[in-house]
């Protein structure tokens, strides 16, 4: 039984006059890994960016269409610190903050009123290990975060994803700064996660995207060229422009 | 390929390079040499400053007049009596040696009378006596009165019952100032020490004192005066004075002996006289005659004397200058008010600037978008920062001390400094928080926080180094301040009390101390600190900075 989770309906994007976003329809499954993949430029990171919200912080972007998250919209009904509690997102480059392990994984929570150590000690230790990195760093928890190498350091930014209980992660391109090895621990981790979470996820690398998700959108200029099945998308391409892509044409 | 084959590569290149290449290879060795040569130069100067002022700064070294020699009696005899009077003080008196009027001052104007004026220590003079009258004790009042009124002399003394009480008392006094018979000097006490006393002058007659084309001989240094004493001065030109030949007079041979015995040839003329009639008319009578007699003699028979240099160095900044509090103008004791008054400065000034420059960097780098305001704003502030301080001092003066009616005094000059340091804060706060990543603010935004969790939590923290190194370039700019006080905070040397007291902090002293030309050493001592304080300042930026990046990375 699929459920949708996000529900996005005629969506168009302007930064000022330029228009990055063309009419996107999509929904997302519960419990699925959605890949974004396309040409840089095409527009993933600014739709990925429009799902929590994040978008909100540059002046110049201007939104119309709807987007809806468990059927509420998320501009008109959710509150965006909810929003974003249960939307969260994993960037490009890893991005702990200048503070140790500890105070890394327990800030989510901590902003949002857990105070009690007993509490966070069992959500750090339970993100640490859900993220596949409580082994490495369970020696180190109040040492600096920034001497983690990058995978360790993109896996703590998971870990600390996970600590606020979202229901949904997005994550834009997590593995594009990392080394092969770091990148298919990753890739293990997204596919233990995704028991528990709707992941959406951004790449740029064709294998990635074929390894880890179950459905796949295709970007072209701003605007959804194919959405279906990862199968279906990379051995049966309906858009003569998605074949092209995927075997390398262009991209 | 080892280390040695590379060089020997690179060699054989520059040889078979082009004249091309190398006409470049040249310039670039005469360029290095340049910016060598500049940067040497600069360190050199900056080295030879800093020099200069902590070597002046920590000693003192300076030729200061007397009206007697640098001979010192401990044990001086006395006209009527066989025993010798030995003067004690309390040993927390920082003197060793008094000039003879100096002693007697202290014993008759003993109310006004200060050990300040001999060796900047503020603290007042108690006179000892001995109560039980005799040959001894009327003698030694006889030294100490000459010419002086006996009324003031018993009014001013306390009196001691025996020559132990007298030590015991003088140990448990400060400033405490007695005498003894020699016999009773041995064994003091470590409470107590002697102080000896300098009352020989160098009487001459009154030709030597003569202008001879523009030159005249005011003052001889010690060197001169062993010299002169030695016999190897045959006229007075040599050691800067007229042409006049020198004639020695003794008293009688026992004196004479001295030089007379010694190996060395003397070439002055020597007269020995047998009676102090004599002695005093020779000295008057004869051209270019010169003697050592007591200073006392001097004023009862009307003579004229050379003053003499002492050469006297020592300690400048001792730990009694920094933890004495002022007097006299600064002119005894030390600057320990001063040096707090300074911290108080700076610690209120930081708790006034701090909040504000933080919060308005804050509002301008999180809050507005780069517009015109913002630009605006920046020029603002940029032109703030560079207004001369004596204008700052200007606008605190009419604004807070006269529109506001603070008064001149703490409060007025906190805040005008305040005003003055404002934009340094906001200027490296705004830079500070300007270089924190975004991307810290947008992993902190997406786990749900606030913006103002944000700031509070992650952005303040990263950028706490910036703000860190403004803060303490603000209280740079506030160790160093001086215009500004001058209007602002007045010219009083007491500790801060209150908001309204008026204080010197330590820039202000050292320009008090210069203008009010109180004391050249005591400025330098100033500075030095000052120097030090700068020192420290810049010292513990790279510490905290460093520690905080530590705290914030590997
Ligand atoms: N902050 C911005 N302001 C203006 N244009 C932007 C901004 N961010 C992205 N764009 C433009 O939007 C388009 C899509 O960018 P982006 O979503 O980053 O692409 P992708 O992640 O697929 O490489 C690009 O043409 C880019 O230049
Ligand atoms: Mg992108």
Known sequence: METNKIAVNKLNLFYGDFQALHDINIEIKEKEVTALIGPSGCGKSTFIRTLNRMNDLIDIVKIDGTIQYDAMDIYKQWDLIELRKKVGMVFQKPNPFPMSIYDNIAYGPRTHGIKSRQKLNNIVENSLDQASLLDEVKDRLHKPALGLSGGQQQRLCIARVL????????????????????????????????????????????????????????????????????????????????????????? | MTGI???????????????????????????????????????????????YLMVKGFRYNNDVSYDVTTQIEREIPLDNTDEDVVFIINSKVRSEDIPVAGLRKLYNKARKENWGFYNQQNLKVVPFAYEGAGSFSDDVMNFILTGSDLETYRKNVSQTSSWEDMIHRVGQTPGALGFIPASKAEGLPKSVKVLSVRRISLIVSPSVLRIQDGRMMREISQADADKLFSGKVVNWKEIGGIDLPVTLVFWDSKD?????????????????????????????????????????????????????????????????????????????????????????????????????????????????????????????????????????????????????????????????????VLPTIIRSSEEALKSVPQSFREGSLALGASKLQTIIKVVLPAASPGILTGIILAIGRTVGETAVLIYTLGSNYDLVTGPSSSARVLSLHLYMLFSEALSFDRTFATGAILVILVLITNLSTTWIVKGVNKNASV
Request: charged share 15%.
């Open chain 1, 163 to 251: 600590a606020v209980e979202p229901d949904v992660v997005l994550m834009d391109e997590p593995t594009s700064a990392l080394d092969p090895i770091s990148t298919s621990r990753i890739e293990d981790l997204i596919d233990e996660l995704k028991k528990s979470y709707t992941i959406v996820i951004v790449t740029h690398n064709m294998q990635q995207a074929g390894r880890i998700s179950d459905k796949t959108a295709f970007f072209l200029h701003g605007k959804i060229e194919e959405f279906g099945g990862t199968d279906q998308i990379f051995f049966n391409p309906v858009s003569s422009k998605t074949e092209a892509y995927i075997s390398g044409k262009f991209g």
């Open chain 2, 5 to 51: 084959d590379v060089l020997k590569n690179r060699r054989s290149n520059t040889v078979q390079s082009s004249p091309q290449s190398r006409k470049i290879n040249r310039q670039e060795i005469i360029a290095k040499g340049i910016i060598c040569f500049f940067t040497a130069f600069t360190i050199a100067i900056l080295v030879w400053i800093v020099g």
């Open chain 2, 256 to 420: 004479a002996s001295s030089i007379i015995n010694r190996d060395e040839p003397v070439l002055a003329k020597i007269q020995i006289v047998h009676s102090e009639e004599d002695f005093y008319s020779s000295i008057v009578n004869t051209n270019g005659a010169v003697a050592l007699g007591h200073y006392s003699s001097i004023e009862s028979e009307g003579l004229s004397f050379i003053p003499v240099l002492r050469h006297e160095t020592g300690w400048n900044l001792t730990w009694h200058f920094i933890f004495e509090s002022p007097a006299r103008s600064g002119q005894w004791g030390g600057v320990s008010y001063i040096i707090l008054n300074t911290f108080f400065l700076i610690l209120f000034t930081i708790i006034f600037s701090t909040p504000v420059g933080i919060m308005a960097a804050i509002y301008l780098v999180e809050y507005t978008n780069q517009g015109r305001l913002m630009r605006i704003l920046r020029m603002g502030t940029e032109t703030l920062a560079g207004i001369p301080s004596i204008v700052f001092g200007l606008f605190g003066f009419i604004f807070f001390v006269q529109i506001c009616g603070l008064g001149i005094g703490f409060i007025s000059s906190t805040l005008t400094i305040t005003l003055m």
